[in-house]
Nanobody, 116 residues
Framework: QVQLVESGGGLVQAGGSLRLSCAAS????????TGWFRQASGKEREFVAT???????AYADSVKGRFTISRDNAKNTVYLQMNNLEPEDTAVYYC??????????WGQGTQVTVSS
């Protein structure tokens, strides 16, 4: 099993920055992929960014050039640096970890609100 805890959300003005953290515990060595998703009120959950154990990354077009995913292996933590935030980025942000052939694990989410 893998447990995920997100932190770092909050209220920020448009153009500002936030850094989200996703701390993993449990069988972290089995994780192949850790990513960020978000869900705005009344909308479906959508992909934001992801990082594989190899270090490869992928981003949604809407956040390319503004968001950066990174990790600290020693801390079992994945980060999402969000710059130049826009009101459209307002959502609950969820961390997801994939253990191949076993399961997909989700965190509880952290709220990000961007005011105009």
């Amino acid at each position: 099993q893998v447990q995920l805890v997100e932190s770092g959300g909050g209220l920020v003005q448009a153009g500002g920055s936030l850094r989200l953290s996703c701390a993993a515990s449990g069988r972290t060595w089995t994780i192949d992929n850790t990513g960020w998703f978000r869900q705005a009120s009344g909308k479906e959950r959508e992909f934001v960014a992801t990082m594989w154990s190899s270090g490869s990354t992928a981003y949604a077009d809407s956040v390319k050039g503004r968001f950066t995913i990174s990790r600290d292996n020693a801390k079992n933590t994945v980060y999402l640096q969000m710059n130049n935030l826009e009101p459209e980025d307002t959502a609950v942000y969820y961390c997801r970890a994939v253990v191949p052939g076993v399961n997909v694990f989700w965190g509880q989410g952290t709220q990000v609100t961007v005011s105009s």
